[in-house]
């Protein structure tokens, strides 16, 4: 199916200013989800994914349905007022709200992809995930996995860089969120970019659009999940601050 394309032509950080990895910095929960320029055809592009792709790009363990509950009403608490039958979006779409289908309503209430990661041994596995936007992966290859065998052929997700990030999950609090964010050049702005972990990859700063997101770690209180929450930007490299 052919995808259309969906840019921003701003973003509310400086995406060319390198941080050293992991660059995490503290987040006030007032900020953690963002509505910007391409909030309706990002949300249409994800009601059209959850009709026609849902297998590609929602997923849930038995064992993540609390944490996935937990999850929506923290959603529609911060960007809803707290609705319990339906909402609004700014862009006059009405959605339902599905309690049987927890992640699958998430993703058509914010432009954020959301993960919940849970402990089990020493690492976080992914239990659930709506992931309309994949940067370079898959959802199914990474369902249900640990956070190093997720990070998979990343070249500096090294071992002691899956400690570093691993400490970050272990030890972010209820109401005290952290973000990051990266940034690459691709020449193809499409959102749902998918890409099996066998297939070749491209670096460098060749394309002509950036693709960057903003990356969220935050605690659910009562079922303790961690959430990892992904708004992506694509901006066209004239309208990206400092391009070269």
């Known amino acids: 199916m ?27 929960p007032d900020d953690w989800l963002l509505r910007d320029d391409a909030f309706a055809a990002q949300m249409a592009l994800r009601d059209r994914l959850l009709e026609t792709r849902r297998e590609a790009v929602v997923a849930m363990a038995e064992e993540a349905g609390d944490a996935a509950q937990e999850l929506l009403d923290e959603v529609l608490e911060r960007a809803y007022g707290g609705a319990t039958d339906k909402v609004v979006r700014p862009d006059g779409v009405t959605v339902g709200i ?10 058509r209430l914010v432009q954020e992809d959301l993960c919940i990661l849970q402990k089990s041994g020493d690492e976080h596995v992914l239990t659930a995930a709506t992931l309309c936007f994949p940067a370079s992966w898959t959802l199914a290859e990474k369902f249900m996995k640990p956070m ?4 998979r052929p990343v070249d500096s997700y090294d071992a002691t860089m899956a400690r570093r990030v691993q400490r970050l999950f272990d030890g972010v609090q209820p109401g005290r969120p952290l973000w990051r964010f990266n940034a690459f050049w691709y020449e193809d702005p499409v959102l749902f970019h998918p890409r099996r972990e066998a297939d070749p990859r491209r670096s460098g700063r060749e394309g002509s659009y950036l693709r960057s997101e903003r990356q969220c770690i935050l605690r659910l ?3 303790n999940a961690a959430v990892f929450s992904i708004h992506t930007y694509i901006l066209a490299r004239q309208d990206v601050p400092g391009a070269a």
Do not use: F
């Not at 259309?4 to 987040?27: A, E, F, H, N, T």
């Not at 599905?98 to 993703?107: A, K, N, Q, S, V």
């Not at 190093?148 to 990070?151: E, N």
């Open 148 to 151: 190093l065998r997720i990070h």
């Open 2 to 28: 052919s995808m259309p394309i969906v840019l921003q032509k701003c973003i509310p950080y400086d995406p060319m200013s390198p941080r050293p990895l992991p660059g995490i910095q503290p987040l006030d």
């Open 98 to 107: 599905d309690r049987d289908d927890p992640m699958g309503t998430l993703g």
């Open 221 to 223: 209180p009562r079922t």
